[in-house]
């Protein structure tokens, strides 16, 4: 039986599996406070990446950055009224603004607020609250900004980067003149996280608009990317919002238009959060752990030196170094390639292990030996830890580019094919059922006929499963709803989810 | 008498000349959340730039980020004595956990939290709880960790970026095995900072350990840079604390030495926050305007196209966008030069205003009889609003980089200049009440022979004045101290503060 770097493997855990993928690849870990996590340096420098590449995506839309406040007044959160429904439940209040040491010497909260403050849970509401202020006629429109935060939900079951009381995300908040503009705006960040989500991530989803069940509180239409994990599940990795009127007129967002006649303004939110991250986890890594695409590793290339004697450690220790360097120099997708010598004074099987577990997608690893015969020794992080090839040493760094294309490319493959192998298209309400029955991980996506109505979400209750999204991209597909017989145009994607 | 682009102006109302700056200049504003303010695109991409030069300094010292949580369970800020003391005043406590609507539709708190958490005011006790988890050898160390954040302390008198509820900032956690590893840490921090704000903010700084009662709550040494604002008050504008074995033994951070044998780590900390754009504003601004130091302006070349024809619009237009193109691929200081065209439909002078509000190093005025002359009209920040500098066109894009270093260096020259008029070295008790009595502003920096001794803040509390720390570059100078008699080594800085 093959040994794995990760106990339990996929087939015999996955929930525990993945806990152990998370805690190997030193990504991030459960905290002393409740639902909170830590995010571990190498975690922290994959969230980096990911907000580096939106962040220029978001800019080059035109888009800027700006910051509001942490807490939102309880009275903000009670102006839109499916807003408040949705987001009321599970909020961390700010009571009092104090603390005094007690007799015993035990702190004890002081300074009684007179109005609570919620830690935000999204800001909307704030965020509106700034837009009425700023906002007076068509010239001051659109309004394009993006704001990377933390926020709070309280969660009953945390699970690490999925579903953490605490996370980081960005939220993206717009407003403009039209609705036509507005639903533009929504789609086009819709496009972007589908892009980014792609072709960065090498995660592929589906893309489309949601059941007005699974609606955002208080939006006219949510839209989401879709991924699915290994264990057949969808995760929700990003949504884009039409909010349509709602918040505006909740809040009095009002413009003058050219005709000086006010008018309420049409507003979008979109956000992306390090939910992310456990995307990339459960859609890439394996039972011997993580596995980074090349775009988001921050390291994509380990340097291992191997020596005995010190002089060797010293012959190989240059090597590495010059290599290195013209590593550095080379460019993979307009970005200098990420290259780190590991010259720790440790074990040479515990440091290709943690490299593994990390996910590194390069591992080179440099021996006297191959001093001599001037060759590198190469092992690819999506191939199996014992394969290795061999090239000459002068040849690596010119063709290490296409080796991280090749992995970044493979990886998405994988995860395609994986998406494919556990799809079905469905026609009949038994087959679903079947589908979502038979199998023993969570099933995967059936493509399906299935009307925007509460009679298919309460139909598809008894199997776990809910209503995806229904893509864009697919070809339009007439057909009658299973549960409903109502026509609808496109198939939906029906999955159990995150 | 001149018009002004700000009023009042600096001599008429300081504080309030302050606060039209920050309106004026677009860069923050006060939000409906007592005490938190809102960070504007512009006020924000100062950060973004500030906090890009300060990460690449952090991560080439070896520094790497990651998240830690927003809460502290109240018990653990009780674990260190001095540390409680110094921060339990100030929190915002969160004491619920969930919201529910009433009969009237309002929400009220509910859920309560069995401990109630403490959102952070500052990081080192749930930090030190999890580098307690996380170093178990001489191998682990040393841990050097860096935090973006969002941290809360009560204000009760909020002052936009110098005093806020809730700001921006970076905190470092460092552990070291031993004391003079932790010290030297605690200095390179120190120099980073002061390096970072003379060089890229252009804020010259003094910098030193301060006197023990200025000490961070907990610390065996606080240091800190000390800026001189245009009133003549010091801002502490970064500070770098040397914890020793304070935090590792309240929180037992232990590790096992070469020897096998069981020790306390030595710990660091050190922080600068958005604090420092109210440094920016008060050292450079002036009754125009922010005025911002190239290094740090997220635009650093405005180009105003003019033109009233249809024919001429589309001529000028197009050369701003070429000359757009060019300064782009020039480089200053290692980086692309930052550009941008504003073709917006307004009146030009209000135009103009507005960039010399913001602080825009370098305007350039394009029209028609420059097309036709082949010249540019060009405006810097740092020279009086109507002082105009005409050159070819052509040879403006080589020039752009040296004209910013000189916008640099001249902004950071007058800052110098400034704080060199407005100090004294004084060794007379009498002198140093008549120095800071008979100015109309603060007065300024006062270099005096003073001991680390409680009665030297009493002595200068009358005074409203503080000493700020003791210059370490100083070569020394040994005195005696004004008010206690004690021999010193050196002349600290002392003056009113922010």
Redesign the interface.
Known sequence: MPKHGISPTRKEDYPEWYQQVVRSGELA?A???RG??????H???I??LMQGILDGMFKSTGH???????????S???QEAKH??GF??????????????DAD???V?K?KLEE????RPTSET?IG??YAKWIQSW?DLPVL?NQW??V?R?EMRPRVFLRTA?F?WQEGHTAHATEEEAIQETLQMLDIYATFAERDLAIPVWKGPKPSSERFPGAVETYSIEAMMQDGKALQAGTSHFLGQNFAKAQNITFTDKTSKEAFCWTTSWGVSTRLIGGLIMTHADDDGLVLPPRVAPEQIVLLPIYRSDEDQSAVLDCCHNLKEQLEQSQWRNENIRVKVDDRD?RGGDKVWQHIKQGIPIRVEIGPRDLAAGTVCISRRDEPPKQKLTMPLLDFPKKAADLLESIQSNVLKKAVDFRESHSSTIDKKAEVSEFFDSKEDAGGFAYVHVADDPAVAEALDPLKVTVRCTPMDWPEEPGKCLYTGKSVHRRSVISRSY
């Open positions: 870990e905290s002393p406070v909170c996590m830590v995010i571990k340096p975690g922290f420098a969230w980096e800027k950055n700006a910051y509001f406040p942490l807490f939102i007044p309880l903000y959160l009670e408040v429904e009321a439940k599970e909020c961390a209040v700010v009571t009092h603004h104090r603390l005094e040491l010497g035990r702190l909260p300074g609570p403050l919620v830690v704030i609250a700034m010239r900004i935060a933390n709070v309280w605490e980081l440790m």
